[in-house]
Structures are given as structure tokens and as C-alpha cells.
């Protein structure tokens, strides 16, 4: 047995067991793909694959064993690769972040910034996408590290940590009716045209929930994954907006001229953003340098104990 068959079965399941597509993503041939992962499983003396004609169909009980000790050994070969990077450029090489909109716009910047200081040499590919593509980019090796509200959690191959909580605020224009006076209600916000985020984004399932358990039905003219976005409609009057409460930031007043921020934690409760890593990754020293940037809350001891198996949460 070699590494190609078992990047080839590897493959093949990240694929849908298409091989065609993952003879592309592999850069060889279709042929070559089915006929190595025929003969691993002479060589093993099982089916990882049941078959129907030469089309593979699913993946069976010993296969299934199969692949797991495949993804292990190809996540060692990838440590053993980057080992060898971190100790022959021990100031250098790339941090892949993968994050949402809120967290890059909002939370990364001054983190980044601050490691960039201490590493200079080292470059930073950040790369956006709602939290289940966060998650994904993860898993497939392409982020060091991710950071989000959602989803993460959800993946057991993933080691995620709480990295610092937050609540939504209500924006409105100066002069708006709930600009001020006594807390908001749900029945003031399900009263009003609301501007929020997307269901899958920055804690809008806990905004619906709320509703939903007072039976008010919102109305939500518009939806959007941008902070920024949402304001600039507030601005033109299109509705109250519901945002998370970094994105009214005090050092950026200038930004945020003409808007109110009232605090809605005591309707929403609080989220949890958390920063996330592949379980049996090997993480570079800048990766948890970023890590301790983002909260006072981690550190590098910490860390490496979740990792190695040591639980992967703690009170915030």
C-alpha cells in the first residue's frame, strides 16, 4: 500500500465517490484512481467501497474503519511537512485565517495588525464565508485556524474554545421614536420593520428564537451578512436594524453619525464566538501568537491541552 491510494480513497469521499471528479482534483486519470483503490482493497482483503457496475455506491462498515485510519495518517504526514517548515523558517511561511464578514470587518484587524508586528515576514490569506463554510475550510486543511459564532461547535472533528461573548444592539436613525427611554420589548422590535442578518449569520438564530417563543412574528424587510449594510438602510429609514454590538464601535463614531445603539441582550441573551482548529492539526507558533491576540483568554497551554485531548471548552 502506498500514500496515493490512500489520498485516492481520501479524495474519492470528499468527492460524493465521483471519481471522475476526484481524478480531476487529483490531477490524474479516472482509470488510475479506480484502480489503485481496487488494488488497496486486495491488499487489505476488504471492500471500503460497495459498488454497483463500476460506480461506487457508498461506503462500507470495514471501509469505514479504513478511512479513518487513512485521514489519520495523511493528518500526520501533513505535521510531519509542517514540522519541517516551522523549523526552517522559524519567522516565516502563511497563516490561512478562515472567519465571517463581522468577525475580519470588526475583531481581526488590530489582532492582525499586532502579529504582523512580531512576525513580519509571515503573510496573512484571510478568507470569508458563512460558518459552515468556516467549519469546512477547516476540515479540509486550507485555514490554520477559523473563527465565527455559529456552527463550529457542531463538527467533532474540530477543536473549538469560546473566545469572547457579545450581545446585539437595535440601530436606529437620531430622532427615531425608540431612540430611547425604558429597555426595548420584543413587541416594540416585532412592531417595527427590522434590518438584521442573514438566518445563518452572527447570532440571527437566537433573534428568530426569541420571537418565536413569544409568538410575535417580525417583520424582516431585509437581510443581509454586513453590518455596514444594514446600517447604511437604517440611515435611509428602511427599518430598525439588529446588529452585533462590534459593529458600533466607539473608536469609529464618524462612521456611525446619525445612528443609535440601544442594547438587546436582555431579549437575545449573549453568543459565544469561538476560534476553532483541526483536531490533530500541527499549529505553528504564530497560530497560537494569533490565538492569545484575539483573547485574554487563551493561551498557548490551553490550546495545545484541548488538542491533545484535554476537552475543548471552559467557563468564559
Known amino acids: 500500500m502506498n500514500l496515493h491510494q490512500f489520498r485516492y480513497v481520501r479524495e474519492a469521499v470528499r468527492r460524493g465517490l465521483n471519481l471522475t471528479e476526484a481524478a480531476k482534483a487529483l490531477h490524474t486519470s479516472q482509470p488510475g ?17 460497495q459498488r454497483h457496475g463500476k460506480r461506487l455506491r457508498r461506503v462500507t462498515e470495514p471501509g469505514s474503519q479504513v478511512l479513518a485510519s487513512i485521514e489519520r495518517i495523511l493528518q500526520e504526514l501533513e505535521n510531519l511537512r509542517r514540522i519541517g517548515e516551522e523549523y ?37 490569506a484571510l478568507h470569508q464565508g458563512n460558518p459552515e463554510q468556516v467549519a469546512q475550510m ?48 420584543l413587541e416594540q422590535l416585532a412592531a417595527q420593520p427590522l434590518v438584521s442578518y442573514h438566518p445563518s449569520f452572527t447570532g440571527r438564530r437566537r ?11 417580525p417583520d424582516f424587510v431585509l437581510e443581509a451578512i454586513d453590518a455596514d449594510v444594514i446600517k447604511t438602510y437604517v440611515r435611509l429609514g428602511l427599518g430598525v436594524g439588529l446588529v452585533a454590538e462590534m459593529a458600533m ?24 464566538s469561538r476560534v476553532a482548529f483541526r483536531r490533530g492539526a500541527y499549529l505553528r507558533h504564530y497560530v497560537y501568537t494569533l490565538a492569545e491576540l484575539l483573547s485574554d483568554r487563551l493561551n498557548r497551554a490551553l490550546i495545545e491541552r484541548a488538542v491533545a ?4 471548552d471552559y467557563t468564559l
Not at 473608536?251 to 459565544?272: K, Q
Not at 485531548?309 to 475543548?312: L, N, P
Request: negative net charge; glycine residues 8%; proline residues 6%.
Open 88 to 124: 526552517s523558517r522559524q519567522e516565516s511561511g502563511t497563516l490561512s485565517i478562515a472567519t465571517t464578514h463581522t468577525q475580519a470587518r470588526y475583531m481581526l484587524p488590530a489582532p492582525i495588525a499586532a502579529l504582523r508586528q512580531r512576525y513580519p515576514a509571515v503573510r496573512v
Open 33 to 49: 484512481v479506480s484502480k489503485a483503490i481496487l488494488e488497496l482493497e486486495e491488499e487489505l482483503g476488504v471492500r471500503i467501497f
Open 138 to 185: 477547516l476540515l479540509d486543511g486550507a485555514a490554520d485556524i477559523g473563527l465565527a459564532t455559529e456552527s463550529l461547535e457542531e463538527h467533532a472533528d474540530l477543536i473549538t474554545l469560546p473566545c469572547y461573548d457579545w450581545q446585539h444592539v437595535a440601530v436606529l436613525p437620531t430622532g427615531h421614536p425608540l431612540a430611547d427611554g425604558p429597555p426595548l420589548t
Open 309 to 312: 485531548g484535554g476537552g475543548d
Open 207 to 217: 433573534i428568530d428564537q426569541a420571537f418565536a417563543q413569544r409568538r410575535l412574528a
Open 249 to 272: 464601535r466607539a473608536d469609529d463614531a464618524a462612521a456611525d453619525a446619525g445612528l443609535v445603539a440601544r442594547p438587546v441582550g436582555h431579549l437575545f441573551g449573549r453568543n459565544v
